[in-house]
T-cell receptor, first 113, second 109 residues
């Protein structure tokens, strides 16, 4: 089956620094990639939708200047958390989409100290 | 906006029991996903269905489009089935998944 990878799987960073998370579709080309955030005991919350070669569409309440998304190719999207703060600590999950199906990455756990 | 409700929120079962998790949604959909999330966080897609019934091993998923309802069944449950099960619906017009709050399943040996 289709595989989506994320890197890193976990990261600890100091407050004020930036962190980049990569999402790759390993054996297929994804027309669209989605970025989700998940707090403990809660369901996934869509942050943004990313299409290759165009600007990401952010959900209401998600700061586009804080969560920078770059979709460089049909197999790679990156999420950069800029000037991270402790409240950005969360589990970030990406998914890659082809018509009719979505495949999820394993997630990245971000802890900001 | 589609409202997705799952029940129960938490479920504890003994190994070998038959388990049912339910999902209801408010607006017509083009597809429904059942997802499994283990404690480590990674999500696995179990089923995507738009009508009828699908079976994979001990897992069975059904959907009733008219009643806007889906069920996930696990037969002969095992402790390794312990996870959060999430229902997510795809509305073509919305072009994104709407997630239920999840069902925490614990299967005791």
């Amino acid at each position: 089956g289709a595989v989506v990878s994320q890197h890193p799987s976990w990261v600890i960073c100091k407050s004020g620094t930036s962190v980049k998370i990569e999402c790759r579709s390993l054996d297929f080309q994804a027309t669209t990639m989605f970025w989700y955030r998940q707090f403990p005991k809660q369901s996934l919350m869509l942050m943004a939708t990313s299409n290759e070669g165009s600007k990401a569409t952010y959900e209401q309440g998600v700061e586009k200047d804080k969560f920078l998304i770059n979709h460089a190719s049909l197999t790679l999207s990156t999420l950069t958390v800029t000037s991270a703060h402790p409240e950005d600590s969360s589990f970030y999950i990406c998914s890659a989409s082809v018509p009719g199906e979505q495949y999820f990455g394993p997630g990245t756990r971000l802890t900001v100290t | 906006k589609n409202e997705v409700e799952q029940s129960p929120q938490n479920l504890t079962a003994q190994e070998g029991e038959f388990i049912t998790i339910n999902c209801s949604y408010s607006v017509g959909i083009s597809a429904l996903h059942w997802l499994q999330q283990h404690p480590g966080g990674g999500i696995v897609s179990l089923f995507m269905l738009s009508s009828g019934k699908k079976k994979h091993g001990r897992l069975i998923a059904t959907i009733n489009i008219q009643e806007k309802h889906s069920s996930l069944h696990i037969t002969a449950s095992h402790p390794r089935d312990s996870a959060v099960y999430i229902c997510a619906v795809y509305s073509g017009s919305a072009r994104q998944l709407t997630f239920g709050s999840g069902t925490q399943l614990t299967v005791l040996p």
